[in-house]
């Protein structure tokens, strides 16, 4: 225990460390703190401050509690100071005698509020000896208290009745607690004291009271079980009788206290990979988030079984819940068992350690059922119920990271759990950019071309899912509900617009480093085909267009496909800010900002530029464009540069030309793309079009005015 | 596989809560008579940390543990396991007078989508069904937990489930004066909640749906869709409602019937192992 460790780094024994056999009257001695040498062990370094801590709080203690008993010097200090230990620390066995006293002694005069507070302070933090209950009981029954007082005592004596260390002396007072049945007022806790001091030894003759209230049916009940012969009455079979939860502020900290015992204990705890902290909110029972880790059940079940089981094996295990050190773990390797449930290794760094070593695949195959069914049951956004527990949830999430990172190594039942629930996922609950964006990007880079795709395809039904939700549940403005999660329309615009930026950021770095991969850049058109349209198909005012690094790639690039879907992609942009112009003048009065008619346009210019008008790298004004000088143009020893990625010359399309000039001119086995001009031009463009290049022919007949085929493109004017 | 009469009456028109269970670990059942008296003794321990919901009446809960050989499906299934918990009051001595105030058992019916993946340390018994009061479901299930590493997750039986338990209980052979099929849907959105009750005549039903399959013993989803549709239609001709709009929430039929919220009722004694079937396809897609 905390104290025998104490005393045994105690360097002066001059002060002996006194334990609370004492006397009790004489607290002037009641608690010492024995000096401790820092040097001496490094175990007590990590609570050296804290005990420091500890002793100056008990030796103010101390007058406190000297003060309570001889009635000196200022008071409100001294209650200040009980309540504060009591709150932080818990109050030592010693200090309940006199506190007992003094509240129910009448000492303090008449207002209750002082013994009140005095009552609510008495949170023992370890034991609660019998001598001050029943010293106690003799005060409730001079009566020198107010009923409140009484009743708060009854309260507390429910509370901490687990904690009393001896009950023998407190049972012989039975007959006292049975005379304050007759208070109206104390009647059912003193019922609810019986009840847990009864046995079958007490039999008291009963007497009918007046009105079957609920706490006197249960313990008639509970006397009838027991000495059936002493109660005449019936009782009702199968009423459900409670006792009312009595137990007030103390059973909380009670907890606390004892929770902050383990974490401040000299003796090194196991590294824990994350809180370990119950929760006290109530609990599914077929749920936990957190389990300690406990011993197998074996030696139970082998007992109940007989020895003759050759199941299970007669070694010493080393039980799981002594394992606190890695040395400890070295020596008893051989005679370690995982816990009973499998569940509680995710925060003990040593049996993950243990779990690596074994061979055993049902160690994994248990984990991994716990931890599926776990996710799937504790999920805060699929299961509308888990909404309120989001914080432990969260926990829960980190403590599970913080185990991968520790096994370097997934758990296949994340993987699941992620691809079931990301796609219903809601992107509210957690802060994408650390908890996703980050993780995922160094993901991202340095694997293979096909999970990048199938990433960029996973986020694109995030996204997809993003805007139907908003569709579906923003619009129905009394759903009070989805307001719960704090969530407005900007801030999921915010949030689609940090997830389009991001797709973009790892698509330009991913086309680097897939040297502008066709297949990849699919994957990147079909995010961005969502994102187009954004607006006209799911109403929300965002229009972002793709980084210079996807655009460019695309526009320069050798695939058909992808140049033409990239043409509908554009189309599809006109045809978002187009309506967007012309709605700004309606009800909804939001606009694109000027930049994004820029940044179009500027994209709209290199386009037909190269495809069209046959001025590629001239009219380029995008900062990251392809506008070159002559001079350095020509240097590259091309001759007709400008014309090389129109329609016809691009290398994408150039395979259409070619076909083009053979079905045209048959005969002509020289390839004279320049004969395609004119009317030519027009057929080939009809040509294109019966190709399958719808996009590329609604990206010409909307952004190129149809007059003569060396018209400007049609600019979209802010 | 025939089921004895005596088992019949343990699950006949009893209100089950239905559970999904993942693999029991060095679970054996050659050790039931132990099992028993572990968790009875687990069970007192719990009511003396003052846990008793009703007080003073029972102190002392009778364990029984046994096994259901015949409630399978193929061999390969585990045979099921029952668990209920009696009452012997202290009043009275005598054995007769138990009162059986809780029985859960597990099953597992063509479970082998489960079985094959896991090792002969696991015991597949995926479908658990609990009757008596809630308490005590999450005591045993609490000890089953603890000590067999299990986990238990209520399964709810989605809509489109529901719809095909209709379907395929229209299709059963019962017997005449059947009850009628009585489907319920819960309207959602209303500042008070709505239920409608759409109660058929069983010769009706078994009419449409005999209209609508096509290879008898074969069921296809677009055939249930089909039937679901025509009970809408007849619906909304004579209520203007559209029910496909609503949530099917609880389907009851003569062979059986079943609730959203994972309950369900046997009704018949020559279906339960059809509708454990399907149960245990349920709960199993939960685990897996």
């Not at chain 1, 039975?174 to 019922?191: I, N, T």
Request: glycine share 4%; hydrophobic share 40%; with cysteine.
């Amino acid at each position: 225990s905390e104290k025998m460790l104490r005393k045994k780094n105690s360097k002066t024994p001059k002060e002996p460390f006194q334990h609370h056999q004492k006397s009790q009257s004489d607290l002037s001695v009641w608690l010492k703190v024995g000096r401790i040498d820092p040097e001496k062990s490094v175990q007590d370094h990590q609570s050296l401050n804290d005990q420091e801590n500890n002793s100056k709080q008990e030796n103010s203690l101390e007058p406190a509690l000297n003060y309570f008993a001889t009635g000196k010097s200022s008071f409100q200090r001294h209650l200040a100071t009980v309540e504060s230990v009591a709150l932080q620390r818990g109050l030592p066995p010693e200090a309940f005698n006199v506190l007992l006293s003094t509240a129910l002694s009448g000492k303090l005069g008449k207002p209750d509020t002082v013994n009140t507070r005095l009552l609510k302070s008495l949170i023992p933090n370890s034991v609660v000896p019998e001598t001050s209950v029943v010293s106690a009981v003799s005060w409730l029954c001079v009566s020198k208290c107010s009923s409140n007082i009484q009743v708060l005592f009854l309260r507390w004596l429910i509370t901490v009745f687990d904690l009393i260390d001896h009950k023998e002396d407190l049972r012989a007072l039975y007959g006292f607690f049975f005379f304050f049945l007759q208070e109206e007022k104390m009647c059912p806790y003193v019922c609810h004291v019986l009840y847990l001091l009864t046995r079958k030894e007490n039999g008291e003759s009963i007497q009918l009271y007046e009105g079957m209230r609920p706490h006197l049916q249960a313990l008639l009940s509970l006397y009838k079980l027991l000495r059936p012969e002493l109660v005449s009455i019936t009782l009702p079979a199968k009423t459900k009788i409670y006792f009312k939860n009595a137990e007030g502020p103390w059973k909380a900290a009670i907890r606390t206290i004892r929770q902050r015992k383990l974490e401040n204990s000299p003796v090194p705890q196991p590294l824990f990979l994350g809180t370990a902290r119950p929760r006290s909110r109530k609990r599914k029972w077929n749920a936990q988030l957190m389990i300690p880790a406990s011993s197998t059940n074996r030696s139970h079940l082998e007992g109940v079984m007989g020895k003759n089981t050759d199941l299970y094996s007669t070694d010493e295990y080393f039980p799981v819940e002594l394992l606190q050190t890695f040395p400890q773990l070295l020596q008893n390797i051989h005679h370690l068992e995982f816990p009973s449930r499998m569940g509680s290794v995710l925060t003990n760094p040593l049996l993950l350690h243990y779990m690596n070593c074994t061979k055993d695949e049902s160690v994994y195959l248990r984990l991994y059922y716990w931890l599926g069914q776990t996710l799937q049951e504790e999920c805060t956004w699929c299961v509308v119920e888990n909404g309120q527990n989001e914080e432990e949830f969260r926990d829960f999430l980190e403590i599970l990271c913080r185990a991968q990172c520790f096994l370097h190594e997934g758990l296949v039942p994340c993987e699941e759990f992620l691809y079931r629930s990301l796609p219903l996922w809601d992107g509210f609950s957690f802060e994408m950019k650390s908890y996703l964006y980050d993780p995922l990007a160094q993901l991202f880079f340095t694997s293979s071309l096909y999970f990048k795709c199938s990433v960029l395809e996973s986020l694109k039904r995030l996204l997809q899912n993003w805007l139907n939700w908003q569709m579906v549940h923003l619009d129905s403005a009394t759903d009070s509900q989805t307001h719960s999660l704090n969530t407005t329309f900007s801030g999921l615009v915010n949030t689609v617009a940090e997830l389009i930026h991001f797709v973009g950021m790892i698509s330009t770095v991913a086309l680097r480093l897939e040297s502008n991969h066709t297949f990849l850049l699919y994957f990147i058109l079909e995010f961005y085909e969502t994102v187009c349209d954004i607006y006209l198909k799911y109403n929300m005012p965002l229009l972002i267009m793709p980084p210079a690094g996807v655009f460019y790639p695309v526009l320069l690039g050798m695939d058909p496909v992808n140049l033409n879907q990239f043409c509908y992609i554009m189309y599809r942009y006109r045809a978002n800010l187009v309506a967007a112009k012309e709605n700004e003048h309606s009800e909804k009065q939001f606009r694109f900002s000027s930049e994004t008619y820029k940044e179009y346009n500027q994209y709209i210019t290199a386009m037909v530029g190269c495809l069209w008008t046959s001025n590629a790298f001239q009219k380029d004004t995008h900062p990251q464009g392809l506008q070159m000088d002559d001079e350095l143009l020509n240097k590259t020893g091309v001759k007709e540069f400008k014309t090389s990625f129109n329609i016809v010359y691009h290398p994408a399309m150039i395979g259409y030309a070619v076909q083009f000039l053979q079905q045209a001119w048959p005969d002509d086995t020289t390839f004279n793309f320049s004969l395609i001009k004119g009317k030519k031009w027009n057929w080939y463009l009809e040509y294109l079009y019966a190709k399958g290049l719808e996009g590329l022919k609604v990206f010409i007949e909307s952004s190129i005015s149809p007059q003569n085929h060396n018209e400007q493109c049609c600019f979209i004017y802010k | 596989r025939n089921l004895d009469s005596e088992t019949t009456a343990l699950l006949l028109r009893k209100q089950w809560a239905l559970y999904s269970v993942t693999p029991l670990y060095k679970f054996s059942s050659a050790h039931l008579k132990a099992y028993a008296k572990l968790l009875s003794a687990y069970i007192a321990a719990e009511k003396q940390k003052g846990l008793a919901v009703e007080v003073g009446v029972e102190l002392d809960i009778k364990v029984a543990i046994s096994s259901l050989p015949d409630l399978k499906g193929s061999d390969q299934d585990e045979a099921a396991i029952l668990v209920q918990l009696s009452l012997r009051s202290q009043a009275s001595q005598k054995k007769s007078e138990q009162k059986l105030v809780w029985s859960g058992w597990f099953c597992s019916v063509c479970g082998d989508d489960l079985s094959k993946n896991v090792s002969a340390d696991f015991t597949c018994l995926p479908v658990f069904l609990a009757n008596g009061a809630e308490s005590y479901t999450s005591i045993v299930g609490s000890w089953f937990q603890e000590i067999f590493d299990c986990c238990f997750h209520r399964l709810a039986i989605s809509p489109l489930s529901l719809s095909w338990m209709a379907a395929m209980w229209t299709g059963c052979k019962v017997e005449e004066n059947a009850s009628a099929m009585e489907l319920v849907f819960s309207v959602p959105n209303l500042p008070q909640s709505l239920d409608i009750s759409y109660a058929i005549h069983p010769e009706d039903a078994k009419a449409l749906w005999n209209t609508v399959q096509k290879t008898p013993g074969e069921i296809t989803q677009e055939e249930v869709d089909v039937f679901m549709d025509c009970l809408y239609s007849h619906f909304h001709r004579h209520f203007k409602i559209h029910l496909s709009a609503t949530k099917l929430v609880k389907v009851s039929a003569a062979v059986a019937s079943a609730h959203c919220d994972g309950i369900i009722k046997f009704l018949q004694s020559q279906y339960i192992i059809e509708v454990l079937m399907l149960l245990t396809e349920l709960a199993i897609s939960q685990i897996q």
